[in-house]
Every structure is written in C-alpha cells, then in structure tokens.
C-alpha cells in the first residue's frame, strides 16, 4: 500500500482532525496521501504540505486505497466515487454505530498500520442496480419505495422475475442486499442476513396485513414492483442518499449489479464479531464486566 485517499464529506470537526492526523503519518511513512479539494480547504496550513489535493472522481486514478472518517453514511457516499473500481475502502467510524466501518476512532493507529502492513482482509458485498428515467442508481445497503407526500398507504405490486409476489400495502418497500439486512430492514422487522449469502430481501414498511413478513429470494431474481398511489406518486431512495420521483404506473426493476464493492475489515474481526459488538447480538444480560473487560456471569443467589 503505498498511496492512499482520505475522504470525509460531512465537514465534522473531529473527523477533519483524525484526517489530518492520518495524513502526517502517512506521510512520515513515506506514503502519498490524497484528499479532494473539498477537504483540502478544511486542512490548516500545518497538514496540507502532507497531502495532495485532487478531484475526488479521480481517487481511482491514484489511490490504492480510499479511508473514510465519519460513520456508516460516509462509506456509502464513497462508494458512489470509487465502487467500481474495486479500489477497497476503510472505514474509520466517527459516526454513532458504525457497522460498516468497524474501525472505532481508537483504533486509528492500529488502521495505519494495517495498512501499511497488509495487516487487513478484503470483503466483497453485493450492490443492487435499478434505472429511473434511463438514469443508473446503485445501492450497497437498500432501495427504498416508500409514499410521498400522503398519509395514506401506497399499493406495491411485486413480482420476483415473471412471478406474481403480492399487492403490498403498506407505507413502503425495503429491497435490501445482506450488507443491508442491519439497516433500515432491521428496523421495520426483518432478518439479518450473512453478507456472503447470496440473497435480496423484500421487507415491507407497516404492512397493513399480518401475513405480509419479509421474504428473501435469490440474488439471480430481479424484483419488479409497479406503483400504486393515492396521491399519484412515490419515491424511491438508494441507501438514504439519492432520492427519484415515482409515478403511478411506473415500473421499477431491481436486480444485482454487475460489480462488487471491496470492503477492508480488521484480520481477526468476523461478522458475528461484529454483531455481538454493535447490536449486542446474542449477549447475556446476566453478564458483567470483570477488571479485564470481559464478560462473566453473575452467580446464582438463592
């Protein structure tokens, strides 16, 4: 690893400093550190002399690797950058939980020196494709078909490939990827997923139905939903950041994208790792904290 990027787009004060911090010893390290001039502005004059300020659509022109700082957002704002160029992305979470980016702003110096030691694994996730006026929109975590601007419920009419799935109504749709099943999906009821299964899930938002659950389908299927609304339109939004207008109507084709993006996770961090840290997935709530920080359970008291 011998250059890298330094990506931070919500102009958070602590972020902008870890940046900066990672920027000088980057440079120490004889590494080339790029930011986008963006960014580049926040810099004090003290750290710019250690990076090179460069448009951000050209990180994968010169960046063997991208490091976000903030939380789980920001790593989906790169994504739309440099996804496709397979160029692996870092996450440094300065965010609240931090799934995706599973470094914790403690670990900073054990991220640079990951890096520069190799000392790290790359994951793949899968993405999820759709057009919208021929326009090409891409999400790692979830589409999102949801009502507008009614308080009224909206109808979904779904198809898996040529097959009829159901009339949803509901306030919504969630399409989501694995890596998306601890999002908003979680949220509205459906399951987490292993992100090396090779699976979509279509979880309904408030279904007005107590039959209609989540469904998971193979990742070789393309979801075709038709919009149905009170108020004549809908909205369909990509990972909580791109947001089009719908129609009634109007269709709307979900499959697998053509490409995968590279995560860099800590070597010795599994997924479940990962659960039991930011959900507290599977903890025992009779356990406690002995002086080193690990888990015991409380006695018996008769």
Known sequence: MEKV???ENQKKKEAIELAQYVSKEFFQKDLKCYVSFDLYEYFTDEYKKYVTAIAIGDFDKYADA???FGGDGTILSAIRYVGRSEIPILGINVGKLGFLAEYSNKMIDQAINDLIMGNYRVVDRTMLHTKINGESIYALNDFVIEKLSSSRMITLHTYSDEHFVGSYRADGLIINTPTGSTAYSLACGGPIIAPSTRVIC???ISPHSLTFRPLVIPDDNQVRIIIE?????????ADGQIEKI???NDEV???????RV???????????????????????????KDEDNKSKSLPNRK
Request: proline fraction near 7%; glycine fraction near 0%.
């Open 5 to 7: 990027a330094l990506f």
């Open 66 to 68: 991208v490091m976000t």
């Open 202 to 204: 279509i979880t309904p």
């Open 229 to 237: 609304s009170p108020s004549d339109e809908a909205k369909l939004v």
């Open 246 to 248: 719908l129609k009634n």
């Open 253 to 259: 084709i979900i499959s697998l994208a053509d490409y």
């Open 262 to 288: 590279k995560l860099i996770k800590p070597m010795k961090n599994s997924y479940y790792d990962v659960l039991r840290a930011k959900l507290l997935w599977a903890t025992d709530p009779t356990a406690v």
